[in-house]
Nanobody
Framework: QVQPVESGGKLVQAGESLTLSCAASGGTFDNYEVGWFRQAAGKERELVAGMTWGVGNPYYSDSVKGRFTISGDNAKKIVNLQMNSLKPEDTAIYYC??????????????WGQGTQVTVSS
């Protein structure tokens, strides 16, 4: 059983970049689907990016496409979320999750505790 652990969240200004990292505690991400979600105050949680560890196939929500990049670091066994051109509307708690694919759909079973990203205008 893998336990995602996020890090890297902080307060930044609009237009700046930030990288979030997700480590696999208690295991590895091998054979897992790994996703980054976010939840802003008063809003539902949304998937912003995901990938299949060891394969790639990244996908993004329309709200972050072209600005965010998800990638796996095989040496460090972590999944990064590079966020560029940050906007105030990117402010949220960001969660890393791991799960499996079934019939083309990802089911996320393991969740991290979240890391706060705040973008000031």
């Amino acid at each position: 059983q893998v336990q995602p652990v996020e890090s890297g969240g902080k307060l930044v200004q609009a237009g700046e970049s930030l990288t979030l990292s997700c480590a696999a505690s208690g295991g590895t991400f091998d054979n897992y689907e790994v996703g980054w979600f976010r939840q802003a105050a008063g809003k539902e949680r949304e998937l912003v990016a995901g990938m299949t560890w060891g394969v790639g196939n990244p996908y993004y929500s329309d709200s972050v496409k072209g600005r965010f990049t998800i990638s796996g670091d095989n040496a460090k066994k972590i999944v990064n979320l590079q966020m560029n051109s940050l906007k105030p509307e990117d402010t949220a708690i960001y969660y890393c999750a791991a799960g499996t694919l079934s019939e083309g759909r990802a089911y996320y079973d393991y969740w991290g505790q979240g890391t706060q990203v705040t973008v000031s205008s």
